[in-house]
């Protein structure tokens, strides 16, 4: 079955060497699931080819190749960040992670979530203390939240608005009313979203691609904005 559909698989693993992107066709552990039938509770209905050719999750997770693992190298080209549009002292600060950042986000190759909506989020102040870009080790843990995002798109059938708040370092975190010490934003595992969608309809969405074992976390409906983090166990509010 998976050779049939060996035209849309999704490069998945991704490094970054020199200005190019590294990548592996692989499965990703972390969202891996038995079977590769759709789920009928799937609320956008499509046929399988179309469905695998807008999404980056299926039923067993990111799609993986059944060939021998090889590598494939290419340059990653633009990264589609334009700093005139963030605060100016706050891309002074991000020094040379800024572009770093931009382009490891740009391999992954997200579908309905922008590159300048992703680093806006962290581009951010409350009083005299900035946010910042998350530590480079801790980059790889917003990916699987951000693959779960852009499957939300597909699902609501309409793209992220706004990125409100992603990563958020301990002193930023401390100033942001009802942010909790513990907070999964502090590691880089979690979104808070806006859809042009209902924020029902998002959260319903959320849910229902996590109980098709594609990720585990965090769900939470708010008036304006939903949340979403990959936090390894589920909890809904």
Known sequence: MVIRYQAELTILGSSLSSGHVSLTLMTDPALRQEGDT???????PASRRSFLGRSLLTASGL???????????????????????????????????????????????????????????HARRKGSVWNSLPPREDWRRMSQTLRVADEISVRVGTSVKTVTSAYRNASYNARCPGAKPNSYHKRNFALDLKFHASTYAVARAARSIREEGKF????????????????????DW
């Open 63 to 121: 799609f993986a190749a059944t060939c021998p693992t090889r590598a494939v190298s290419f340059y990653s080209g633009s990264a589609k960040l334009d700093t005139g549009d963030l605060p100016s002292e706050w891309v002074r600060r991000q020094g040379a992670e800024l572009h770093a950042y931009a382009r490891y986000l740009s391999a992954l190759r997200l579908r309905h979530i922008s590159i300048q909506q992703v680093i806006s989020a």
């Open 216 to 235: 585990r976390g965090g769900v939470g409906r708010y008036t304006g904005f939903t949340h979403v983090d990959t936090r390894g166990y589920n909890a």
């Open 38 to 44: 759709p789920s009928n509770s799937d609320p956008v």
